[in-house]
T-cell receptor
Framework: GQQLNQSPQSMFIQEGEDVSMNCTSS?????WLWYKQDPGEGPVLLIA???AGELTSNGRLTAQFGITRKDSFLNISASIPSDVGIYFC?????????????WGLGTSLAVNP | KAGVTQTPRYLIKTRGQQVTLSCSPI?????VSWYQQTPGQGLQFLFE???????NKGNFPGRFSGRQFSNSRSEMNVSTLELGDSALYLC??????????????FGPGTRLTVL
C-alpha cells in the first residue's frame, strides 16, 4: 500500500542529545500525526498537526507541518532513556471521503544513558 | 476515560484455521479502524467502521472481514489463515463523523502467530 518516506530508519544517540526525524509524501496531506510505539503496545499519539506551517510542541517534542503540505518533522530535545521506541508519522489526505491514514515505516530510536 | 481495549492480546493458530479479534473503542467513539502491522510493511490499513457500516477498506483479500455492533464494538475475522497473516493487529478508535479529519487512538493490539 501507499507509504510515507520516513527518515532516518534508526538512530542511536547519547542521552541529552537532540533528535530530528522527518516524513515526506508525494501527495498533499491535510493532517500530519506523530506517534510513538513501545514494544508490545499500540502507537500512542504524540502530536497532531492540522494546518500548513503549524508548529506544535508537547513537552520536549516539537513537530511542524510543512508549508508544501507534503512533509513534516519531529524534534526531540534533550533526549532521555524513556524516549526509546519507534516513532511513526502518519498523514491523512482528503480524496473524497477517504480518511485512511497513510503511515511511514517508523524511526527506531535508541538512547544510550 | 478507559482506552481502547483489544482481546485477546496473544493468539496462536495454524494454517487454514480462522480467527476473530475483538476491539472495544473509547466510550463515545463511533469510528473503529483496523490495521495490520508487520516489521517489513509497517502499518497497513484494513478497514474502518462507523455506525455499523464499513466506510473505508484497504487492499486486503476477502479473507479479512469485519463488523461493528450497535455499541461501537468491532470484530475482525480472518479465514483460512496463512503464515503471512502473522502480525500485530491494531484497532484504533476516533470520535468524529464522516468527512472530518480526526485523531485515532490505538489499542495495545492482538499478536497473531500462524504456525
Amino acid at each position: 500500500g501507499q507509504q510515507l518516506n520516513q527518515s532516518p530508519q534508526s538512530m542511536f544517540i547519547q542521552e541529552g542529545e537532540d533528535v530530528s526525524m522527518n516524513c515526506t509524501s508525494s501527495s498533499i496531506f491535510n493532517t500530519w500525526l506523530w506517534y510513538k510505539q513501545d514494544p508490545g503496545e499500540g502507537p500512542v499519539l504524540l502530536i497532531a498537526l492540522y494546518k500548513a506551517g503549524e508548529l506544535t510542541s508537547n513537552g520536549r517534542l516539537t513537530a511542524q507541518f510543512g508549508i508544501t503540505r507534503k512533509d513534516s518533522f519531529l524534534n526531540i530535545s534533550a533526549s532521555i532513556p524513556s524516549d526509546v521506541g519507534i516513532y511513526f508519522c502518519a498523514g491523512n489526505g482528503n480524496a473524497g471521503n477517504n480518511r485512511k491514514l497513510i503511515w511511514g515505516l517508523g524511526t527506531s530510536l535508541a538512547v544510550n544513558p | 476515560k478507559a482506552g481502547v481495549t483489544q482481546t485477546p492480546r496473544y493468539l496462536i493458530k495454524t494454517r487454514g484455521q480462522q480467527v476473530t479479534l475483538s476491539c472495544s473503542p473509547i466510550s463515545g467513539h463511533r469510528s473503529v479502524s483496523w490495521y495490520q502491522q508487520t516489521p517489513g510493511q509497517g502499518l497497513q490499513f484494513l478497514f474502518e467502521y462507523f455506525s455499523e457500516t464499513q466506510r473505508n477498506k484497504g487492499n486486503f483479500p476477502g479473507r479479512f472481514s469485519g463488523r461493528q455492533f450497535s455499541n461501537s464494538r468491532s470484530e475482525m475475522n480472518v479465514s483460512t489463515l496463512e503464515l503471512g497473516d502473522s502480525a500485530l493487529y491494531l484497532c484504533a478508535s476516533s470520535s468524529r463523523g464522516a468527512g472530518v479529519t480526526d485523531t485515532q487512538y490505538f489499542g495495545p493490539g492482538t499478536r497473531l502467530t500462524v504456525l
